[in-house]
């Protein structure tokens, strides 16, 4: 796994929910019962863990902002994180496994 496949598939799921209004952030994920807005929360969080790994760093909290509306921008930055602590090949793979997983659950 390479960081451009990354970057593509994080590019790929921005695209697809990127111009989402409230409303089908609020909507319940496929087949699972939380929202689509906790699933992507919950991808920027993972990606943020990983760079933590990558970086040797402690693993920290990304904040729920209040807006929805600004998840895609909360999941450029951590992905771009992920990718500027130059990680290894296991984790971009977990990384680009976690972002598949989660654009085939919205």
Do not use: F, I, K, Y
């Amino acid at each position: 796994m390479s960081a451009a496949e990354l970057d593509r598939a994080v590019g790929l799921l921005v695209r697809q929910v990127g111009h989402w209004q409230q409303p089908r952030w609020a909507a319940a994920a496929g087949g699972g019962n939380v929202s689509r807005a906790d699933l992507v929360h919950r991808l920027v969080q993972e990606l943020a863990n990983l760079a933590a790994d990558a970086e040797g760093q402690p693993r920290r909290a990304v904040p729920r902002l209040g807006n929805d509306l600004a998840l895609p921008d909360q999941l450029r930055v951590v992905s771009a994180d992920l990718l500027a602590a130059g990680p290894a090949a296991d984790l971009l793979a977990r990384a680009a496994a976690e972002v598949t997983a989660t654009r085939t659950a919205l």
